[in-house]
């Protein structure tokens, strides 16, 4: 009796820890899912929902600034992300930045280079502004930290709406003129002022179609900007020690037998210069005996 009761309060010990175990991942697996849902809802907004039924027209913008455990890794997914939701990359600026670097002698042909850096990325983006908040959605796995996120929806209905009622009116007054000069016009001077106020309105007809394709296409397409960096990282790499000339010079010893060397042969270029005089010592010598024996007679 005794050893069945002892194995009944292990076995009741037992199942109680598994209980607190479960109950532990159960936890923790709502922790997670609740933080990636915040996070999915601090990214996203209802900015970047297209309203069904709505004759509305919103010109989206994002600016977004987080950390990441990978700067390059998750600009490459960021990228696959866009291209995958029928938008594209209009610029990208991956690089490093050297905040601190040093060099240790660790023996007479080694040394230990030490650099600490930081990666950072800007990337701009364009994206259909039905995809928007689908692609801002995908990056949230990417997510370290947010820094800040910056969403507007600029409503320019009314806008695209006077663009088409200008174009109308120019080109209204535009086939006036045209026919006027047609019908009316007997002068030269009038018609050559009439066909630069036609160009004019042509021009400016230009301009206005222009600045409406220009609005539909924001429209049409959000543009994001992202800036990407992570903790800064310290890299150390072994490098060949490359020594200075003074390392290579030699001992006293050896220096003062090269200079006895270096004199010996300066008195030998002296010795053989002077060989080289000798006919000039001769020219000399039968001078001075001519001299002494006949012309100091």
């Not at 479960?22 to 915040?38: F, I, P």
């Not at 600490?116 to 701009?124: F, K, L, R």
Request: proline content about 1%; aromatic content about 8%.
């Amino acid at each position: 009796m005794k050893h069945l009761s002892k194995l009944g309060l292990a076995l009741l010990l037992l199942g109680f820890a598994y209980a607190c175990k479960q109950a532990d991942y159960a936890t923790d697996e709502a922790n997670a899912n609740m933080e990636s849902a915040d996070s999915t809802s601090v990214i996203s907004s209802n900015a970047a929902v297209e309203p069904k039924n709505s004759n509305r027209k919103f010109v989206r913008t994002a600016d977004i600034k987080f950390k990441v455990k990978d700067v390059a890794k998750s600009t490459y997914a960021i990228e696959n992300s866009i291209a995958k939701h029928g938008g594209f990359v209009t610029f990208t600026d991956l690089k490093s930045n050297i905040n601190q670097k040093s060099e240790t002698k660790i023996s007479q042909d080694s040394i230990l280079e030490t650099i600490q850096y930081t990666v950072d990325n800007t990337i701009t983006f364009r994206v259909p502004n039905t995809q928007l908040d689908t692609v801002l959605k995908s990056m949230v796995k990417e997510i370290n930290f947010l820094d800040s996120r910056l969403i507007k929806a600029d409503d320019v209905s009314l806008q695209l709406l006077s663009n088409k009622l200008a174009q109308k009116r120019i080109k209204n007054s535009k086939e006036r003129l045209e026919k006027g000069i047609d019908t009316k016009g007997k002068k030269l001077n009038d018609i050559t002022s009439a066909e630069d106020k036609a160009f004019d309105k042509a021009t400016e007809s230009d301009a206005t179609i222009l600045n409406n394709l220009s609005l539909e296409d924001q429209v049409n397409f959000s543009t994001v900007t992202l800036y990407l960096y992570q903790r800064e990282t310290t890299k150390q790499e072994v490098i060949a020690n490359e020594k200075s000339v003074n390392e290579y010079r030699p001992n006293i010893g050896l220096q003062i037998w090269d200079s006895l060397k270096t004199g010996w042969f300066i008195l030998e270029g002296i010795i053989a210069f002077v060989v080289q005089l000798w006919s000039v010592f001769l020219i000399g010598i039968v001078g001075f005996l001519v001299y002494k024996k006949f012309l100091k007679k």
